[in-house]
């Protein structure tokens, strides 16, 4: 084992398109396609590019040897930020999610680093989790549930805390939806990036080029939600979180290949908050 604690994404990209397809149940491809997105460069883990804010907001608010609930994954991506980040603290994981895909890739992730995690498979829609934590982090899925269901998951969250414990939350904001691209145009967009960085297919390619124009068009359905300041705070308060922090910015940028038109900026607010 080395200190290196970077995904290994060309071994779990195909690994989670094969879970996915046992595992999933109604992710529309999300996840059995994200490794992909990711490795053809169209698409990539947002939180890289605020991970010098999330640190030492991670840092602050969780003790040594302190629990963390990773609150929605992806894949291993928020799960190798947390380690990475939280290096000196040695927290003890969970990372939940109410799909099973993305809980397999961050055990794979996690036994090939040699780290020890606790994974739990939970709607946090439906249910908190029985244990308690001094940190909860969820990043971008509020755009995944209903609106009207945000303050029964963020309630859960808290429900999840320990008394002293803190919420991390980051939401982005699309501003307005897309002038959309035809679904075949990102298609081929991801199939010529694969093609060029010599990246093989984990399927036959008229299946997977199908496979990706279904999924351009399904994800619109979460991928251009329009959530605002106003509805994100309101939720929290609801919830009985109360933000002790904000951090704005605009880093983030639209997909032009998916959105068409030029990247634009979509802004970002990270929270701290506590019940």
Same mark, same amino acid.
């Given at each position: =084992?080395?200190?290196?604690?970077?995904?290994?994404?060309? !071994?779990?990209? /195909?690994?989670?398109?094969?879970?996915?397809?046992?595992?999933?149940? #109604?992710?529309?491809?999300?996840?059995? $396609?994200? &490794?992909?997105?990711?490795?053809? &460069?169209?698409?990539?883990?947002?939180? %890289?590019?605020?991970?010098?804010?999330?640190?030492?907001?991670?840092? #602050?608010?969780?003790?040594?040897?302190?629990?963390?609930?990773?609150?929605?994954?992806?894949?291993? *991506?928020?799960?190798?930020?947390?380690?990475?980040?939280?290096?000196?603290?040695? /927290?003890?994981?969970?990372? #939940? !999610?109410?799909?099973?895909?993305?809980? #397999?890739?961050?055990?794979?992730?996690?036994?090939?680093?040699?780290?020890?995690?606790?994974?739990?498979?939970?709607?946090?829609?439906?249910?908190?989790?029985?244990?308690?934590?001094?940190?909860?982090?969820?990043?971008?899925?509020? =755009?995944?549930? /209903?609106?009207?269901?945000?303050?029964?998951?963020?309630?859960?969250? @808290?429900?999840?805390?320990?008394?002293?414990?803190?919420?991390? $939350?980051? +939401?982005?904001?699309?501003?307005?939806?897309?002038?959309?691209?035809?679904?075949?145009?990102?298609?081929?967009?991801? $199939?010529?990036?694969?093609?060029? @960085?010599?990246?093989?297919?984990?399927?036959? %390619?008229?299946?997977?080029? &199908?496979?990706?124009?279904?999924?351009?068009?399904?994800? +619109?359905?979460?991928?251009?939600?329009?959530?605002?300041?106003?509805?994100?705070?309101?939720?929290?308060?609801?919830? *009985?979180?109360?933000? =002790?922090?904000?951090?704005?910015?605009?880093?983030?940028?639209?997909?032009?290949? @998916?959105? &068409?038109?030029?990247?634009?900026? =979509?802004?970002? +607010?990270?929270?701290?908050?506590?019940?």
């Amino acid at each position: =084992m080395s200190g290196d604690l970077r995904e290994n994404l060309a !071994d779990l990209a /195909p690994y989670q398109f094969r879970v996915a397809r046992n595992l999933c149940q #109604a992710c529309d491809d999300y996840h059995s $396609l994200w &490794g992909y997105e990711r490795l053809a &460069g169209l698409k990539a883990n947002s939180f %890289e590019t605020e991970r010098d804010l999330l640190q030492p907001l991670l840092n #602050a608010n969780l003790p040594p040897k302190g629990t963390l609930l990773i609150a929605g994954a992806a894949d291993a *991506g928020l799960l190798s930020l947390i380690l990475q980040s939280t290096r000196d603290y040695a /927290p003890r994981i969970t990372v #939940a !999610d109410r799909c099973a895909t993305p809980l #397999a890739v961050c055990s794979r992730y996690a036994d090939a680093h040699a780290k020890t995690i606790t994974t739990a498979h939970v709607d946090l829609i439906v249910s908190p989790l029985p244990s308690k934590h001094d940190l909860a982090f969820a990043h971008n899925v509020l =755009m995944l549930q /209903p609106p009207d269901r945000h303050v029964v998951f963020l309630g859960n969250i @808290r429900k999840s805390l320990s008394d002293d414990g803190a919420f991390l $939350l980051v +939401h982005r904001v699309r501003t307005a939806r897309p002038n959309r691209l035809p679904p075949a145009h990102y298609a081929s967009r991801i $199939l010529a990036a694969l093609l060029d @960085r010599g990246i093989a297919l984990p399927e036959a %390619e008229a299946d997977f080029r &199908g496979r990706l124009e279904s999924y351009a068009e399904k994800q +619109h359905a979460w991928s251009d939600a329009v959530l605002g300041l106003d509805h994100v705070e309101a939720a929290l308060e609801s919830a *009985g979180l109360r933000i =002790m922090e904000r951090i704005d910015h605009d880093r983030r940028r639209t997909v032009p290949d @998916r959105d &068409g038109g030029p990247p634009t900026p =979509m802004p970002t +607010h990270i929270f701290v908050a506590k019940p």
